[in-house]
């Protein structure tokens, strides 16, 4: 199963002021794996960054004013999450300024029922805890001492590692049959998940049957 792991940043908080977003950023999973299908890009809002919004990524207007436009982008945007289910952290935030960024374009809005919100998943988990991004990693042992900015790619990369640990599936299923050479690493600090599997020879299953067979002679269980 594909799924998308999505944050955005923004101008600022709330699209009622004008707020636009500055940064969109993909990670593609296949069961929970990343693959090397990412979405990235810096974004022209075509807008001031506000001063509490540029404390949080540090996106200069300068920086952002040579940037494309969502209207560039929006089409290979939709494309890549077509028929994924999109994991976001406080999805109410990015949906709606992506919503908006959609309509502004005069492109269909994101049916909200593709979306799982691990801001609920962790509510519900841990009611009554703090259940912000770095609390969260805090929690699950997760390393986010690269995140001194919110940078989209960066929060995928932490947020698909606390994905995982909310619905209890500490290391992704791998489908064997695949070629693992597909699942690759997106952060610097690397990911914890991939497994290559190394089958026995036939002499280490001889010798492991030997051993067996000389020194278990009882059945304790």
């Not at 002021?17 to 693959?35: A, F, K, M, Q």
């Not at 989209?152 to 698909?160: F, G, H, K, P, T």
């Amino acid at each position: 199963m594909k799924e998308i792991v999505l944050d955005t940043e923004t101008t600022g908080l709330s699209v009622k002021d004008g707020h636009r977003i500055v940064e969109i950023g993909c990670i593609e999973l296949d069961n929970l794996v990343p693959t090397k299908n990412i979405f990235h890009f810096y974004l022209n809002p075509e807008r001031k960054v506000s001063e509490k919004a540029f404390e949080v990524h540090g996106y200069s207007d300068e920086f952002l004013s040579t940037k494309q436009k969502f209207d560039e982008i929006a089409d290979s945007f939709l494309d890549f999450i077509k028929d994924k289910k999109i994991i976001i952290h406080n999805a109410e935030f990015d949906i709606g300024h992506l919503n908006n960024e959609l309509s502004l374009v005069g492109k269909k809005k994101i049916n909200t029922s593709n979306v799982i919100d691990t801001l609920e998943l962790a509510r519900n988990k841990f009611p009554g805890s703090s259940i912000s991004l770095d609390a969260l990693c805090k929690r699950f042992r997760i390393d986010n001492s690269k995140r001194e900015k919110h940078t989209a790619l960066i929060d995928c990369d932490l947020l698909a590692k606390v994905y995982i640990n909310l619905i209890d599936q500490k290391e992704p299923t791998l489908n064997l049959a695949e070629n693992n050479e597909d699942k690759v690493s997106l952060s610097q600090g690397g990911l914890d998940y991939y497994k290559k599997v190394i089958l026995p020879s036939e002499k280490e299953l001889f010798d492991h049957n030997t051993f067996l067979k000389k020194n278990l002679k009882k059945n304790y269980f």
